[in-house]
């Protein structure tokens, strides 16, 4: 079983998108299972019991969970390409901080963008748009969140790219006159091979969310 | 500022102790100063912009922020003794994943024993000795989450058992019915030196909750 990796996910999962850009980054070949979350596969159930939770890497049969994770034990594994993070324990103190900083506050703050309505929807644009400020500002002028080279924190940030289009649809936004530096560096991003064959296209993301909100009477 | 180590500490918080028990690990000398989270120092505000919460470690001038954060870098910064992670890769990822774990449940569940009531603080209970039932599975019949050696995932839950004496006087429940093989894994960790010297003894924590219970709830 030299070398067996499966990546369990789901397509439009900004988490999973992390996974699959540091595999790629690595030029490691995997396999993608995309999961229907309502119907989860009993491997996923019996990888990921504590979390149940996409995505699960599993690299000869053992799984390892939570994105995060998984791009540094990508980044240890397959060590001698494209290091993910720096060498230097200040600046992996620094890139830690920023995605615990993007784990911690985006994903509640984009879901009342495209989940809520009224005065929870306005609230959450709100803190949203905050959220992408603080980023920018933390990119200022460098080319990559961590310099020169693409890492760890582009990675942990890209995948919620590829939801722009609907949080601008569904959440009457335009992201690129509030952050215009952050558009330009997740444009920079999007020209990496990586990254490009990663993300699923904005237009299928605005169709699944469309779907979802109907599914949840989100009207 | 050559090699100078300063946390920006509070002496109850289970976030801070980790920090503390880091370094000691490390045999690092540091200088803990003590905030006032009702009167946050400049440097505290000037070091954590983005949070403004303890614990920082400052190191000779730099900040590191978030505690578990703050555990890796001493560990990769002191890497001379004691390392606090396995060296392959996914003994690594098993650490990291239990670190988070107590992150994310096990702290969000303790918090509501003592710090809140009624239906929530039960339902705080309740996940609390669920995700006690988990991590007592992990260790299985390990003397330490690392196996062998005292590591990440120890630092990571051995302060909050300066908190047991509160949870069980405000939640009303022993946690040692709950699970032996979890206390006598505490006991040990105790032992240890960097541990015994950074946590705040059990009575000093209820009598904090109390208060707390008081003018909040």
């Known amino acids: 079983m030299a070398n067996e990796v499966i990546l369990l996910d789901f397509w439009p999962s900004m988490f999973g998108m992390r996974t699959r850009i540091a595999l790629r980054e690595k030029g490691v070949e995997f396999e993608y299972r995309d999961e229907d979350l309502w119907n989860k596969s009993p491997l996923l159930l019996e990888t990921n019991p504590v979390h149940k939770k996409v995505p699960v890497l599993i690299h000869n049969s053992k799984p390892v969970c939570e994105s995060t994770i998984q791009v540094q034990y990508i980044d240890e594994v397959w060590s001698d390409k494209n290091p993910i993070l720096p060498s230097d324990p200040y600046q992996r103190a620094q890139a830690r901080f920023w995605v615990d900083f993007i784990d911690e506050k985006m994903y509640d703050a984009q879901r009342k963008v495209w989940g809520t309505k009224g005065e929870e929807q306005e609230t959450g644009k709100k803190e949203f748009i905050e959220l992408l400020k603080t980023l920018e500002s933390e990119l200022g002028d460098k080319t990559y969140f961590g310099g020169d080279d693409f890492g760890y924190v582009d990675i942990g940030l890209i995948g919620f790219y590829s939801w722009f289009h609907a949080y601008e649809k569904y959440g009457n936004l335009n992201i690129e006159s509030e952050c215009p530096k952050l558009i330009a560096w997740a444009k920079t991003c999007m020209q990496r091979e990586s990254v490009a064959k990663s993300l699923p296209d904005s237009e299928k993301v605005i169709e699944f969310v469309t779907e979802i909100r109907k599914k949840f009477m989100i009207e | ?217």
């Open chain 2, 1 to 217: 500022m050559a090699n100078s180590t300063i946390l920006l500490d509070y002496w109850p918080s289970m976030f801070c102790m980790r920090a503390r028990v880091a370094l000691r690990e490390k045999g690092v000398e540091f200088e803990a100063r003590e905030e006032d989270l009702a009167n946050k120092s400049p440097l505290l505000l000037q070091s954590n912009p983005i949070h403004k919460k303890v614990p920082v470690l400052i190191h000779n001038g730099k900040p590191v922020c978030e505690s578990l954060n703050v555990v890796q870098y001493v560990d990769e910064a002191w890497s001379d003794k004691n390392p606090f992670f396995p060296s392959d890769p996914y003994g690594k990822a098993q650490a990291r994943f239990w670190g988070d774990f107590v992150d994310k449940k096990f702290s969000d569940a303790q918090f509501k024993i003592w710090g809140k009531k009624g239906e929530e603080q039960a339902a705080g209970v309740k996940e609390f000795i669920e995700a006690v039932k988990i991590l007592e599975a992990e260790l299985g019949d390990k003397p330490y989450f690392g196996g062998d050696t005292f590591g990440y995932v120890d630092i990571a839950l051995i302060t909050f058992y300066s908190w047991f004496g509160a949870y069980e006087k405000f939640g009303n429940f022993s946690i040692e019915a709950e699970s032996p093989k979890l206390i006598a894994w505490a006991k040990r960790c105790m032992e240890k030196e960097s541990v015994s010297k950074s946590l705040p003894d059990q009575e000093k924590i209820v009598a904090y909750a109390a208060e707390f219970r008081k003018n909040n709830l």
